[in-house]
């Protein structure tokens, strides 16, 4: 799992490179499962109950799950959540990062960063002994302090040799609630905080989820090893910055 984290983090790493104002969702796309396959891994979410793209590529007030279109490009001052999955060797990995197209507003920028931010204190409750229900209450207590929404309808999950696995793992608590976590268990935790109101809709193409009240949206996922020295983020990327010290 190790492996394919690594692997996640350098497909995250590429495509931020390449996010600018022209380019289409479609590119993006192409140019991670390219990256894949050369890699010796597959894509986790290309076929996945039927979903098209190898990554899911939500703009502005869309949540998760957007498909990758040729028709769908990127402007000057847009957010861009990618969400994307690696199985490598029967194992798999998942990590989604809030990516700015440009220059973007302040308030993009300060949505942006609490959401990553509530995924790191969300990341320091994994210690064995700790409950699940603590670490969705870092999440929910640090993005309600800023008013902003927490989506509870999508969650995450356990992961290993399936995309997803038990336990569900929400963004909200209480605290000392749920199961207890105990080291050998690895799980996505993926913090979806929006600029205005929790409330989430379908659109017409079964998949793309958005803010009801249209307000703009971020999203920050790692896949994290509970061991005894602590929380393993299987999929951090030491050349991105802001991240904390991945334990050896």
């Not at 989820?209 to 307000?215: E, Q």
């Amino acid at each position: 799992m190790f492996s394919a984290g690594k692997i996640l983090a350098e497909i995250h790493d590429l495509l931020e490179e390449n996010i600018v104002p022209g380019i289409s969702t479609y590119d993006l796309d192409r140019m991670a499962e390219e990256w894949i396959r050369k890699r010796n891994s597959k894509p986790a979410f290309k076929g996945y109950s039927g979903f098209p793209g190898s990554l899911c590529t939500s703009i502005n007030h869309q949540v998760v799950h957007g498909i990758p279109s040729k028709k769908v490009i990127l402007e000057e001052g847009d957010i861009i959540s990618i969400d994307s999955g690696v199985v490598f060797d029967g194992y798999y990995s998942d990590a989604a990062r809030t990516h700015f197209v440009g220059s973007v507003s302040e308030a993009a920028q300060n949505l942006c960063r609490v959401t990553e931010q509530s995924l790191w204190l969300a990341i320091e409750q994994c210690q064995p002994g700790n409950r699940l229900g603590d670490v969705g209450w870092a999440v929910e207590q640090l993005a309600l302090s800023k008013g902003y929404g927490v989506v509870r309808e999508y969650v995450g999950h356990g992961i290993g040799k399936h995309l997803h696995e038990k336990p569900d793992v929400p963004n909200y608590g209480p605290a000392n609630s749920r199961m207890t976590l105990p080291k050998g268990l690895v799980i996505a935790i993926e913090p979806m905080i929006n600029l205005g109101t929790e409330m989430v809709d379908v659109l017409d193409d079964d998949w793309t989820v958005v803010t009801r009240d249209k307000s703009l949206s971020a999203h920050y996922e790692h896949t994290i090893a509970i061991t005894e020295e602590g929380p393993l983020v299987l999929t951090d990327s030491l050349s991105h910055p802001g991240r904390m010290t991945r334990p050896n």
